[in-house]
């Protein structure tokens, strides 16, 4: 957890349902997971649960959640560069692989993977711009798109097809991808 509560209780509390929820996402889908599971490993009680989670999905939007904030505080330390936060964002993911594989499969309004080209998107754009003076705002914005549509897709590609693969290999071919689609200045 990247945004823990002050008071321990409610830290452990929410710590134990995170890591029972993780759990149970590595052998099914979302779907399928009640708020019994999660409460059964966790070792808390549905009351508590409900305390804090009207469901399953509300458990995954908040883990979403503290995930992007997670992931903006490692994008804060870093140049804006694509070829220097593309091998950090593909640690990252490696380290919470059953989350982020689980919002690919739950695509909805303000999920993770739509935050996170989002957040790209505002903190790199004039970065880009400035990178390519020869493009329109427009093309920029484009070429953005086009190119973290396809980092987005190798991401997914290695963790459902893939998952054997290191985080340094991926970051590799993606590097080399990008190289490939990327006016350099």
């Known amino acids: 957890m990247y945004r823990e509560p002050k008071d321990s209780r409610q830290r452990y509390t929410k710590q134990c349902l995170f890591q029972s929820f993780i759990d149970e996402l590595e052998?099914?889908?979302?779907?399928?997971?009640?708020?019994?599971?999660?409460?059964?490993?966790?070792?808390?009680?549905?009351?508590t649960f409900y305390k804090y989670y009207s469901d399953p999905f509300a458990l995954l939007r908040a883990m979403e959640d503290d995930l992007m904030y997670g992931l903006e505080m490692r994008l804060r330390e870093l140049p804006a560069n694509v070829f220097d936060i593309s091998p950090m964002i593909i640690g990252f993911i490696d380290e919470h692989r059953t989350l982020v594989r689980t919002t690919f499969e739950n695509r909805g309004e303000g999920n993770f993977i739509d935050r996170m080209i989002a957040y790209l998107f505002d903190a790199y754009h004039e970065e880009w711009e400035r990178a390519n003076?020869?493009?329109?705002h427009e093309d920029v914005e484009f070429l953005f798109h086009y190119v973290t549509s396809g980092w987005i897709g190798i991401v997914r590609h290695w963790l459902n097809d893939r998952p054997?693969?290191?985080?340094?290999?991926?970051?590799?071919?993606?590097d080399t991808l990008m190289r490939l689609s990327t006016p350099q200045p």
Not at 164 to 174: F, I, Q, R, Y
Request: glycine share 2%; with cysteine; net charge neutral.
């Open 27 to 47: 052998s099914k889908p979302v779907s399928d997971i009640t708020v019994k599971d999660i409460c059964e490993a966790a070792g808390v009680s549905r009351k």
């Open 133 to 136: 003076p020869s493009l329109s």
């Open 164 to 174: 054997d693969m290191t985080p340094s290999e991926v970051a590799a071919k993606a």
